[in-house]
């Protein structure tokens, strides 16, 4: 059963922006805090920022330029990205608990 459902990735020059969705089962989604993690290939796995009520955290590579936030109604978390750096090319994954993602690919070109 598919839990965590992504879109919003593309491909962006260095500088725009960008914004992932992640649209969850309403269980997951209230029981969770929700957070989004990306991993380029030959890397681990890292965090990008998380949210629990309104407690957030982020990566500090973005803090400053990611933005994460919830729509309780929408059962939504997303992911604001401006101010895109060629280094944060990378497949997006939306978390919650132990549930994931397919993850998203974001590409950002020079």
């Known amino acids: 059963q598919v839990q965590l459902v992504e879109s919003g990735g593309g491909l962006v020059q260095a500088g725009g922006s960008l914004t992932l969705s992640c649209t969850a089962s309403?269980?997951?989604?209230?029981?969770?805090?929700m957070g989004w993690f990306r991993q380029a290939p030959g890397k681990e796995r890292e965090l990008v920022a998380t949210?629990?009520?309104?407690?957030?955290v982020y990566a500090d590579s973005v803090k400053g330029r990611f933005t994460i936030s919830r729509d309780y109604a929408k059962n939504t978390v997303y992911l604001q990205m401006n101010s895109l750096k060629p280094e944060d090319t990378a497949v997006y994954y939306c978390?919650?608990?132990?549930?994931w993602g397919q993850g998203t690919q974001v590409t950002v070109s020079s």
């Open positions: 978390n919650a608990g132990m549930s």
């Open positions: 949210i629990r009520r309104a407690y957030i």
């Open positions: 309403r269980s997951i989604f209230s029981s969770n805090a």
